[in-house]
T-cell receptor, first 115, second 111 residues
Framework: GAVVSQHPSRVICKSGTSVKIECRSL??????MFWYRQFPKQSLMLMAT?????????EQGVEKDKFLINHASLTLSTLTVTSAHPEDSSFYIC???????????FGQGTRLTVV | GEDVEQSLFLSVREGDSSVINCTYT??????LYWYKQEPGAGLQLLTY?????DMKQDQRLTVLLNKKDKHLSLRIADTQTGDSAIYFC???????????FGSGTQLTVLP
């Protein structure tokens, strides 16, 4: 299967700072990447969908100025949590899709803790 | 909007079969998936089924799809302790074909 690498796996940051999370497709070009947030013992909540070279499409209720998504190349998407607060602490997972009708492959997730 | 539902917990004894069930509401779903998540990790794709199929088998995994009832199940034969994890069903929907996930089923395999 295809490999999606997410970095870092864990990060602790101070309240008010910004954190960048990277998602890379290692052995394929991802036409579309997705960013999810997962609260403890809950399902994945889609935050946004990004296509290379265009602006991300955010789900309702997700602040686009707080969660900046950049999909600059077919193998890299980044999520920046700006001015992080403790309530932003969560598990963030990215996924990448090769084409329109193919399965999505997931990164290993990033545990963000804001103190 | 689309909705995907699963029971939250399932316990089985090692060596028995596990059956995890899922229901969905979107009649236009084209692909349905089963993912496995171990603690602190991302999601691992186990298998998927196209909506025009009734069944798909892959080693210990059997997926059954009842499109009329919008019911999907995952059967794990000879369940092992390493199968303990959360299992998510998901379906594709929307123009970007994003995944909609169920709540996840925590499978616990007892020795």
């Amino acid at each position: 299967g295809a490999v999606v690498s997410q970095h870092p796996s864990r990060v602790i940051c101070k309240s008010g700072t910004s954190v960048k999370i990277e998602c890379r497709s290692l052995d394929f070009q991802a036409t579309t990447m997705f960013w999810y947030r997962q609260f403890p013992k809950q399902s994945l909540m889609l935050m946004a969908t990004s296509n290379e070279g265009s602006k991300a499409t955010y789900e309702q209720g997700v602040e686009k100025d707080k969660f900046l998504i950049n999909h600059a190349s077919l193998t890299l998407s980044t999520l920046t949590v700006t001015s992080a607060h403790p309530e932003d602490s969560s598990f963030y997972i990215c996924s990448a899709r090769k084409g329109v009708i193919t399965e999505a492959f997931f990164g290993q997730g990033t545990r963000l803790t804001v103190v | 909007g689309e909705d995907v539902e699963q029971s939250l917990f399932l316990s089985v004894r090692e060596g028995d079969s596990s059956v995890i069930n899922c229901t969905y509401t979107d009649s236009s779903s084209t692909y349905l998936y089963w993912y496995k998540q171990e603690p602190g990790a991302g999601l691992q794709l186990l298998t998927y089924i196209f909506s025009n199929m009734d069944m798909k088998q892959d080693q210990r995994l059997t997926v059954l799809l009842n499109k009329k009832d919008k019911h999907l199940s995952l059967r794990i034969a000879d369940t092992q302790t390493g199968d303990s994890a959360i299992y998510f069903c998901a379906e594709t929907s929307g123009s970007a074909r994003q995944l909609t996930f169920g709540s996840g089923t925590q499978l616990t395999v007892l020795p």
